[in-house]
């Protein structure tokens, strides 16, 4: 069975701190993504993997950064914890296909982390 | 501006009846299209995908259509069951790596 798995399910922080979000993921797909998921606004990319060590911004990079150093796993920083990033992360991966990295089919998504920041 | 609508109230259907949930999208041209569900407190899990050059596509008491011409995609749940309550999310998948997620429609199913 084909599992993503986030580090934490809650997190509460404080405003300023370093925050480290973890997604494993054992299907070993090239693909790796990290959205934030807020009501009324739907999952919005903050950045996403094709390969290790490889990153790409999508649409709200602002304030975050990602790591992957292993295929399995990528990471999500944020460098100082702010209130606006209060917000549920969901990891995601998928198989890498088609001529480019950029084709791709359906997203296994993690069980998410609802993260805090006081 | 580039949009992806879903009907953000909530759909109220009886046991048994078809429930037909929208998405619209204007300003894309998507390859694919997605339907996940998602539960309350859980990640997206993934239904079906449909191609541009597909009209319809089935999946056991699931059909998804695809308009391009519309720029609409509909979901069917066929003889609903109140397990098949959760929130529905449409995504697009453009000529590039990005899939773009609409809002969701939230589907409650009554005994």
């Known amino acids: 069975d084909v599992k993503v798995t986030q580090s934490s399910r809650y997190l509460v922080k404080r405003t300023g701190e370093k925050v480290f979000l973890e997604c494993v993921q054992d299907m070993d797909h090239e693909n790796m993504f990290w959205y934030r998921q807020d009501p009324g606004l739907g999952l919005r990319l903050i950045y996403f993997?094709?390969?290790?060590?490889?990153?790409e911004k999508g649409d709200i990079p602002e304030g975050y950064s990602v790591s992957r150093e292993k295929k399995e796993r990528f990471s999500l920083i944020l460098e100082s914890a702010s209130t606006n990033q209060t917000s549920m992360y969901l990891c995601?991966?998928?198989?890498?296909?088609?001529?480019?990295?950029?084709?791709?089919?359906?997203?296994?998504f993690g069980q998410g982390t609802r993260l805090t920041v006081v | 501006s580039q949009k992806i609508e879903q009907n953000s109230e909530a759909l109220n259907i009886q046991e048994g009846k078809t429930a037909t949930l929208t998405c619209n999208y204007t300003n894309y041209s998507p390859a694919y299209l997605q339907w996940y569900r998602q539960d309350p407190g859980r990640g997206p899990v993934f239904l079906l995908l449909i191609r541009e050059n597909e009209k319809e596509k089935r999946k056991e008491r699931l059909k998804v259509t695809f308009d391009t011409t519309l720029k609409q995609s509909l979901f069917h749940i066929t003889a609903s069951q109140p397990a098949d309550s959760a929130t529905y999310l449409c995504?697009?998948?453009?000529?590039?790596?990005?899939?773009?997620f609409g809002a969701g429609t939230r589907l409650f199913v009554k005994a």
């Open positions: 995504a697009l998948i453009t000529g590039g790596f990005k899939t773009i």
């Open positions: 995601a991966s998928s198989i890498l296909q088609g001529a480019t990295a950029y084709y791709y089919t359906e997203a296994f």
């Open positions: 993997s094709y390969d290790v060590k490889m990153k």
